[in-house]
């Protein structure tokens, strides 16, 4: 069946462009698909133009503050205007990165058995609000971070954020301070955590509660560094697998199948326990062991180069196809 949907994108986040060439992709595919699209830029005009509109739902292809930290789904449960994606109390809480570990062990402590409960783990972490070193001294605590999380390389990183703006690997003790400095230019809270090396990993999730899937993963190989802002932005500088590569996942077929699902199960435990709905997005590293959540994505990039779309590729499903099947779930939701 053909709508009328409105793709919002854009927005004033520090990630603006990513998500732009995000909307402009999700405008293409389903206009391919046979529906009236209005691609509209998130200005002062919005909530003007949706009323004027009255599109039959809204697929949010924003990234950062005000798309992912639930204001716009906030808005649109106003407007009641049916939208894919998590409830803007799930966008809200965890869009601060800080909250996963909590949401998970209270999952665990509530749900009925199943086979993903107990899949996840994360690194060991603090989180530190910018108004502590500012107004509290805290910069002269941090010669206890080693006591929390062990001598080995840190991650710092804004607890709310995306695109890896902000992240920094910390190899010295003595460069955690500039680190937390570039950080608190993205956000008023730092998380400070062991780094994992590893395979890095992003799981796509489809669906809601029992009901939710596993999309392929992808393995993600920066040429140099780590996955950052910049190879993000430029696909030259990472190689991806999907699915991946056996020889990352263990040195035989049984290692390998372990493993693989012991990444799908916990990316599914963080769906799940998170109440994720329609899609997520779960990046991790497999350290050789464990499956190590870094963050999750209510809002999955989906340039023609993003991780989402890339597994939705290899899987049974066309990106259109699986785009027209959460509108068709949002508009029946209402």
Same mark, same amino acid.
């Given at each position: 069946?053909?709508?009328?949907?409105?793709?919002?994108?854009?927005?004033?986040?520090?990630?603006?462009?990513?998500?732009?060439?995000?909307? +402009?992709?999700?405008?293409?595919?389903?206009?391919?698909?046979?529906?009236?699209?209005?691609?509209?830029?998130?200005?002062?005009?919005?909530?003007?133009?949706?009323?004027?509109?009255?599109?039959? %739902?809204?697929?949010?292809?924003?990234?950062?503050?005000?798309?992912?930290?639930?204001?716009?789904?906030?808005?649109?449960?106003?407007?009641?205007?049916?939208?894919?994606?998590?409830?803007?109390?799930? @966008?809200?809480?965890?869009?601060?990165?800080?909250?996963?570990?909590? %949401?998970?062990?209270?999952?665990?402590?509530? %749900?009925?058995?199943?086979?993903?409960?107990?899949?996840?783990? *994360?690194?060991?972490?603090?989180?530190?609000? $910018?108004?502590?070193?500012?107004?509290?001294?805290?910069? $002269?605590?941090?010669?206890?971070?080693?006591?929390?999380?062990?001598?080995?390389?840190?991650?710092?990183?804004?607890?709310?954020?995306? @695109?890896?703006?902000?992240?920094?690997?910390?190899?010295?003790?003595?460069?955690?301070?500039?680190?937390?400095?570039?950080?608190?230019?993205?956000?008023?809270?730092?998380?400070?955590?062991? *780094?994992?090396?590893?395979?890095?990993?992003?799981?796509?999730?489809?669906?809601?509660?029992?009901?939710? %899937?596993?999309?392929?993963?992808?393995?993600?190989?920066?040429? +140099?560094?780590?996955?950052?802002? /910049?190879?993000?932005?430029?696909?030259?500088?990472?190689?991806?697998?999907?699915?991946? +590569?056996?020889?990352?996942?263990?040195?035989?077929?049984? /290692?390998?199948?372990?493993?693989?699902? $012991?990444?799908?199960?916990?990316?599914?435990?963080?769906?799940?326990?998170?109440?994720?709905?329609?899609?997520?997005?779960?990046?991790?590293?497999?350290?050789?062991?464990?499956?190590?959540?870094?963050?999750?994505?209510?809002?999955?990039?989906?340039?023609?180069?993003?991780?989402?779309?890339?597994?939705?590729?290899?899987?049974?499903? @066309?990106?259109? /196809?699986?785009?027209?099947?959460?509108?068709?779930?949002?508009?029946?939701?209402?």
């Amino acid at each position: 069946m053909s709508y009328k949907l409105a793709v919002l994108m854009g927005g004033s986040s520090f990630e603006r462009e990513f998500s732009l060439k995000s909307g +402009r992709h999700v405008t293409e595919t389903l206009r391919a698909q046979g529906h009236e699209v209005l691609p509209l830029d998130t200005d002062a005009n919005l909530v003007e133009t949706l009323r004027a509109q009255n599109v039959n %739902a809204v697929y949010i292809a924003l990234h950062g503050k005000g798309g992912e930290d639930g204001t716009i789904q906030a808005l649109l449960e106003y407007l009641n205007i049916p939208y894919v994606g998590s409830c803007s109390h799930v @966008s809200r809480t965890f869009w601060n990165k800080s909250s996963l570990p909590h %949401a998970v062990l209270t999952y665990r402590q509530n %749900a009925v058995d199943g086979p993903e409960k107990g899949a996840a783990f *994360w690194p060991k972490n603090v989180s530190l609000a $910018a108004i502590s070193f500012k107004d509290m001294g805290a910069v $002269a605590a941090l010669d206890l971070i080693p006591k929390h999380l062990g001598s080995g390389p840190l991650a710092v990183k804004p607890a709310r954020g995306g @695109s890896a703006m902000g992240v920094n690997r910390v190899d010295n003790q003595k460069d955690v301070g500039a680190a937390i400095l570039n950080a608190f230019s993205f956000d008023t809270a730092v998380i400070i955590e062991q *780094w994992i090396e590893g395979i890095e990993l992003a799981v796509g999730v489809v669906g809601n509660g029992n009901e939710a %899937a596993i999309l392929p993963p992808v393995e993600i190989v920066p040429k +140099r560094g780590f996955f950052d802002t /910049e190879a993000r932005q430029n696909a030259d500088l990472v190689d991806y697998y999907c699915p991946p +590569r056996s020889k990352s996942l263990g040195s035989d077929k049984a /290692e390998q199948d372990r493993a693989l699902k $012991a990444i799908e199960l916990a990316a599914l435990e963080v769906h799940k326990a998170l109440g994720c709905r329609d899609l997520s997005r779960i990046d991790m590293i497999w350290d050789g062991t464990k499956p190590y959540v870094l963050e999750v994505n209510v809002s999955p990039g989906m340039t023609e180069h993003s991780l989402f779309p890339m597994a939705s590729a290899v899987s049974s499903t @066309s990106l259109g /196809e699986l785009l027209d099947s959460l509108l068709e779930t949002a508009i029946n939701r209402g």
